[in-house]
């Protein structure tokens, strides 16, 4: 039987997907970081900032956060099926290679709409006030990345094969520049010229951008733009380099 791209990415997503059901507090472990990076920085906050509440600005930092934590470790997943033998399974399996990045790129972002869901509702008590509209706008965004870095997160595991090590040096090495760049935590505008121009480098700073606009109803606005754009092209790229990189696998 001929089975379809689409019907083998369906194929792939459902099977990435079905732990994450089993198991939800897997989703919960992943905030955890950022929770507390929420708990321990908004404090440290001025009440307002640009005549905000200080959330306004702070929290959908803290929902990025979550999104490249969470889909910059999932590639842990693949390097534990490649030394379990699970991978060298689906390889010769009759499922197409682009679809076991494709399936499991799309599967990144069920868990980062649910964390996403999760830090809006542990905040709103506090005074945090997300527009409608534009945290619809901002979830799509976010979706969009997530498939992105996902996929990278998983080239990166196919490229360490079994060197775990190498894999979480990389992730590290990565993770909290980009993060900081991005002025998730501090604003970088009043930093160094140098400092501000490795932040307009940065992917992320555009998606944190957009986020802050959307979530406080700014829905037609050049960091929206941008930040849709930056998504699209983390996407392109992810899912280009993670395909090559799965068809090369052996």
Same mark, same amino acid.
């Given at each position: 039987?001929?089975?379809?791209?689409?019907?083998?990415?369906?194929?792939?997503?459902?099977?990435?997907?079905?732990?994450?059901?089993?198991?939800?507090?897997?989703?919960?472990?992943?905030?955890?970081?950022?929770?507390?990076?929420?708990?321990?920085?908004?404090?440290?906050?001025?009440?307002?900032?640009?005549?905000?509440?200080?959330?306004?600005?702070?929290?959908?930092?803290?929902?990025?956060?979550?999104?490249?934590?969470?889909?910059?470790?999932?590639?842990?997943?693949?390097?534990?099926?490649?030394?379990?033998?699970?991978?060298?399974?689906?390889?010769?399996?009759?499922?197409?290679?682009? *679809? #076991?990045?494709? &399936?499991?790129?799309?599967?990144?972002? !069920?868990?980062?709409? %649910?964390?996403? /869901?999760?830090?809006? @509702? =542990?905040?709103?008590?506090?005074?945090?006030?997300?527009?409608?509209?534009?945290?619809?706008?901002?979830?799509?965004?976010?979706?969009?990345?997530?498939?992105?870095?996902?996929?990278?997160?998983?080239?990166?595991?196919?490229?360490?094969?079994?060197?775990?090590?190498?894999?979480?040096?990389?992730?590290?090495?990565?993770?909290?520049?980009?993060?900081?760049?991005?002025?998730?935590?501090?604003?970088?505008?009043?930093?160094?010229?140098?400092?501000?121009?490795?932040?307009?480098?940065?992917?992320?700073?555009?998606?944190?951008?957009?986020?802050? *606009? #959307?979530?406080? &109803?700014?829905?037609?606005?050049?960091? !929206?733009?941008?930040? %849709?754009?930056? /998504?699209?092209?983390? @996407? =392109?790229?992810?899912?280009?380099?993670?395909?090559?990189?799965?068809?090369?696998?052996?």
């Amino acid at each position: 039987m001929t089975t379809t791209f689409l019907t083998d990415t369906t194929t792939v997503f459902v099977r990435e997907l079905r732990p994450v059901l089993r198991d939800p507090f897997s989703v919960i472990f992943t905030m955890v970081q950022p929770l507390f990076f929420l708990a321990l920085f908004a404090p440290l906050l001025p009440q307002t900032t640009g005549g905000q509440s200080a959330l306004q600005w702070f929290v959908p930092g803290i929902v990025v956060m979550s999104c490249l934590f969470a889909t910059s470790t999932t590639g842990s997943n693949l390097l534990f099926e490649m030394q379990t033998g699970a991978h060298e399974r689906m390889l010769v399996s009759p499922l197409r290679r682009s *679809a #076991l990045i494709v &399936g499991r790129a799309l599967k990144e972002i !069920v868990p980062v709409l %649910a964390q996403t /869901a999760l830090i809006v @509702a =542990a905040t709103v008590p506090f005074g945090f006030r997300p527009h409608p509209l534009g945290t619809v706008g901002g979830l799509l965004i976010l979706g969009v990345f997530s498939i992105g870095l996902g996929a990278l997160s998983y080239t990166l595991a196919l490229a360490a094969k079994n060197t775990e090590w190498l894999f979480w040096a990389v992730q590290q090495t990565l993770l909290f520049p980009l993060m900081l760049l991005a002025g998730m935590l501090l604003p970088v505008e009043n930093g160094p010229g140098w400092l501000r121009a490795l932040s307009r480098l940065n992917p992320l700073t555009y998606v944190v951008d957009a986020q802050r *606009a #959307l979530f406080n &109803g700014d829905l037609i606005t050049p960091a !929206v733009a941008w930040g %849709a754009l930056a /998504a699209a092209a983390t @996407a =392109a790229v992810g899912l280009w380099v993670g395909i090559t990189a799965m068809r090369r696998a052996n």
